[in-house]
Structures are given as structure tokens and as C-alpha cells.
């Protein structure tokens, strides 16, 4: 369980990005059988093939694939996606994450343009917006959130807008130009437990992921805060219950917890896989502690049932909407 993760954390950064996070000649990556009760659905339908020639027509990348959601299936079937912005490369090299890793592009001025543009064909409730982290920027990329905020505030009156940020390394000012865009929710995951930072995600710190969070309360107490736990990289259930407590400590409303997928064998082992039963208790306790929203099974991703959490709890889409 407890076993070290040895990385290809520090490699260079190549002008060939990759997908790669480990070596599997320096530990065992063997895949764990999957259990009964996980089942993935593959993107079907008339629907997903409509927003694939979308997103290829306006230049545009979502996370659901570019990280292999498990449930893309389900969300493009519905007309529903979450898009990934500043490029498809990111600058930091988590394990977990089967985003690509490398030097990035410059960076697109035009994309949220586009990206709203995407939002208004879809004729979306609710858009979930994520990035890539851009470390090589001093303001992490925080100029294209706000932009697309507000522009599809503009083309789409009534949708309500979500955002998964980076940390931007704490800083304040990068944050600040998010926040004044008022999205209806804030997201940040913080991953995993503290004691797996260096070897789950080694380029981020806790303290970078609370400035995030408690700052975004501070900023705007308005807006609703978010996070996520993934579950399976060798945490212990008492060390889950304190990453909890701590997020309730730092304000954050809403909690999703999901298993963690090994994308490859060139990703982090699952170390184990969370039963029914074990997500129903945490989200009890989550519930039992404060939180006003979780949602916890092993599918559970950052913006699933995104919607019906702005519809039931955001202050900033009833005032829109009344």
C-alpha cells in the first residue's frame, strides 16, 4: 500500500509532448481487475458525433477527452462537455493525468471567443470550463478565463459558467481576474492527501491549493466553492477525513469524490478500488461535517451533475434568473 512511486517527474521539458507520467521498467504498473461495479459507457449517438465535428471545426479541445473521462459517454450523449483551454499541453507532469505534458503553444487569444462560440451552438445550461496549467505565465493563462466568462455571459444569457482552475502558484492577482468574472462556481481540485503530493502531482502544494480556495471565498463569497478527491492512490480513510475537514475549514461548499482510473501503464498504479458501500459513507460524512453538496461513487468527476449544483444552490444564477 505504502509502497514509494518512483516518477519521470524531472525529465526536461521536450518539444514532443507525451502522455507518459512513469516507467514502467522502474515499478510495476500491472493494472488492478476492474470490479463488477465500475462500468464505462463508450460516446454513442447522433448527439456525440455532432459535438466531436464541433469541436473540431472551431479548434477547441474538451478534458473529457484529452484526460479519458469515464463519463463522456454519458454527458455528450446529453449535449453536455467540458472544455479544456489554454492549448492541450500542459506544464506540469502529474501521474494520474493523461493530459499531455510538454512546452505549450503560445497562447490562443482567440479561444475564448471560440469557446463561447461552442457554448451558444450547444444552447448549454450549464458550461464547465478547465485549463492546462501554464506555468511558463507569470499569470497562469487567468486573462482567458475571465475573458470567456464573460463572453458567454454575453452570447448566452442564463447559462450558467463554471470554472476548474489551476492554482496559478497562489497568486492573488491571477486569482482576482477570475473571481471579478463571477463565475457561479469555483473549482480546484486538490487530488489527493498531503503525504501523496510529491509522487501524485509533485509540481503543487497544499498551501498553493488553499490560498486558492480560501481566497476565492474571501474574494467573493458570492460565488461557490468546489473541490475533489480522487480515491485509490494508496490514502488512508483517516487521512481522506482530514483532507475533508480541511476543505470545510477553507469554506468549500461543494465536494466530489470518484476512483481514480489508470489511464495507462504508463500512469500511477490504482492501488485499490473503493466499494459502493465505503463512497455512501463518505459522502455521509461529508454531508455530516458541513458540506452542502457531494457527490460521491467511483465514476464521480469534477463537473458531474455540475448543473443541478448552480440550479440549487448559486446565489448568482437566481439573481440572473429571476
Known amino acids: 500500500m505504502n509502497q514509494r512511486i518512483t516518477a519521470c517527474y524531472n525529465l526536461p521539458m521536450t518539444k514532443i ?53 469515464p463519463n463522456m459517454g454519458e ?10 483551454m489554454l492549448g492541450s499541453i500542459c506544464t506540469r507532469s502529474c501521474g494520474f493525468c493523461d493530459v499531455k505534458h510538454g512546452r505549450p503553444d503560445v497562447l490562443d487569444w482567440l479561444e475564448p471567443e471560440r469557446v463561447a462560440q461552442a457554448v451558444k451552438a450547444m444552447g448549454l445550461k450549464h458550461a464547465v470550463i478547465t485549463s492546462v496549467n501554464r506555468d511558463e505565465r507569470v499569470d497562469g493563462g487567468a486573462p482567458i478565463f475571465s475573458a470567456v466568462i464573460r463572453r458567454i455571459r454575453q452570447l448566452l ?22 473571481m471579478d468574472a463571477r463565475p457561479d462556481i469555483l473549482n480546484h481540485n486538490i487530488e489527493t492527501v498531503p503525504r501523496l503530493f510529491k509522487e501524485v502531482q509533485p509540481q503543487d502544494h497544499y498551501d498553493w491549493s488553499r490560498a486558492v480556495l480560501t481566497n ?18 494508496g490514502e488512508e480513510l483517516h487521512e481522506i477525513h482530514q483532507v475533508m475537514e480541511d476543505l470545510r475549514e477553507w469554506g468549500v461548499d461543494i465536494l466530489t469524490l470518484g476512483q481514480y482510473l489508470q489511464p495507462s501503464r504508463m500512469h500511477l498504479p490504482i492501488r485499490r478500488y473503493y466499494t459502493m458501500d465505503e463512497f455512501a459513507q463518505l459522502k455521509e460524512y461529508g454531508l455530516a461535517i458541513g458540506f452542502k453538496w457531494v457527490e ?19 446565489k448568482i444564477y437566481r439573481k440572473q434568473n429571476t
Do not use: N
Not at 522502474?26 to 454513442?44: G, N, Q
Not at 454527458?75 to 479544456?84: K, N, R
Not at 476565492?216 to 492512490?233: E, F, H, N, Y
Open 157 to 178: 444569457p442564463g447559462c450558467s459558467v463554471e470554472v476548474l482552475i489551476p492554482d496559478f502558484k497562489a497568486s492573488l492577482e491571477a486569482l482576482s481576474m477570475v
Open 216 to 233: 476565492a471565498r474571501l474574494l467573493d463569497p458570492g460565488v461557490l466553492t468546489k473541490s475533489g478527491i480522487m480515491l485509490g492512490l
Open 75 to 84: 454527458c455528450w450523449g446529453s449535449g453536455t462537455a467540458t472544455f479544456l
Open 296 to 314: 460521491s461513487a467511483p465514476l464521480v468527476r469534477s463537473s458531474y451533475r455540475a448543473g443541478e449544483q448552480v440550479r440549487a444552490l448559486s
Open 17 to 69: 509532448p507525451t502522455r507518459a507520467r512513469v516507467d514502467p521498467e522502474r515499478m510495476d504498473t500491472t493494472p488492478l481487475r476492474r470490479p463488477d461495479w465500475i462500468k464505462v459507457r463508450a460516446p454513442t449517438g447522433e448527439t456525440s458525433v455532432w459535438l466531436d465535428q464541433l469541436m473540431r471545426q472551431k479548434a477547441l479541445h474538451t478534458v473529457c477527452e484529452e484526460a479519458g473521462c
